[in-house]
T-cell receptor, first 113, second 113 residues
Framework: KNQVEQSPQSLIILEGKNCTLQ??????????LRWYKQDTGRGPVSLTI?????NTKSNGRYTATLDADTKQSSLHITASQLSDSASYIC????????????FGAGTILRVKS | NAGVTQTPKFQVLKTGQSMTLQCAQD?????MSWYRQDPGMGLRLIHY???????DQGEVPNGYNVSRSTTEDFPLRLLSAAPSQTSVYFC????????????FGNGTRLTVT
């Protein structure tokens, strides 16, 4: 069954610290993996997309990694800011079934001062 | 650009009532979709459309209808509201399914009593 699991479920860190969020998937065949950021009361916004051949991609203080062999991705946030407080959702696209999207449940990150 | 606009932001219904959640996008996207988001679960696809005049069922379509008479609009109808439909509903659009990012509205929080 195509699944996406994220860990941890929630995380609290101090402003200025780094953190890493994990995403494990069983979706096959894999097309791409995208990380979204969802602020409270808003819709998700795309942060970055990883395709099969990419290992690392950065977007400012956000760095995503992908290991297609172990079917794992991570999102690393550097020098966290209060505005990073949000839910981070991992979404994997399956190459078959019309590029069906499989959503993780998200990791809720709270950055406190 | 307004992006994806959803109305209303909040709605309370009694069991058995019907209503329509509105969704409009101004990006000329062919693909539009409706999701529901429940605590601890990933976004689940209700219905989607790959273009005007074409709609199809997603993962959890029961109790919902959609239509796509124009490229811009994709309303979601609840036929006879049930407490199990209490959720946050998101409309999203994209240029295509799979590789293009989804652009989400800010959601409608629906409570059915």
């Amino acid at each position: 069954k195509n699944q996406v699991e994220q860990s941890p479920q929630s995380l609290i860190i101090l402003e200025g610290k780094n953190c890493t969020l994990q995403c494990n998937y069983t979706v096959s065949p894999f097309s791409n993996l995208r990380w979204y950021k969802q602020d409270t009361g808003r819709g998700p916004v795309s942060l970055t997309i990883m395709t099969f051949s990419e290992n690392t991609k950065s977007n400012g203080r956000y760095t995503a990694t992908l290991d297609a062999d172990t079917k794992q991705s991570s999102l690393h946030i550097t020098a966290s800011q209060l505005s990073d407080s949000a839910s981070y959702i991992c979404v994997v696209s399956a190459r078959e079934y019309g590029n069906k999207l499989v959503f993780g449940a998200g990791t809720i990150l709270r950055v406190k001062s | 650009n307004a992006g994806v606009t959803q109305t209303p932001k909040f709605q309370v219904l009694k069991t058995g009532q019907s209503m329509t959640l509105q969704c409009a996008q101004d990006m000329n996207h062919e693909y539009m979709s409706w999701y529901r988001q429940d605590p601890g679960m990933g976004l689940r696809l209700i219905h989607y459309s790959v273009g005007a005049g074409i709609t199809d069922q997603g993962e959890v379509p029961n109790g919902y209808n959609v239509s796509r008479s124009t490229t811009e609009d994709f309303p979601l109808r609840l036929l006879s509201a049930a407490p199990s439909q209490t959720s946050v509903y998101f409309c999203a659009s994209s240029r295509g399914q799979g590789h293009s990012p989804l652009h989400f509205g800010n959601g409608t929080r629906l409570t059915v009593t």
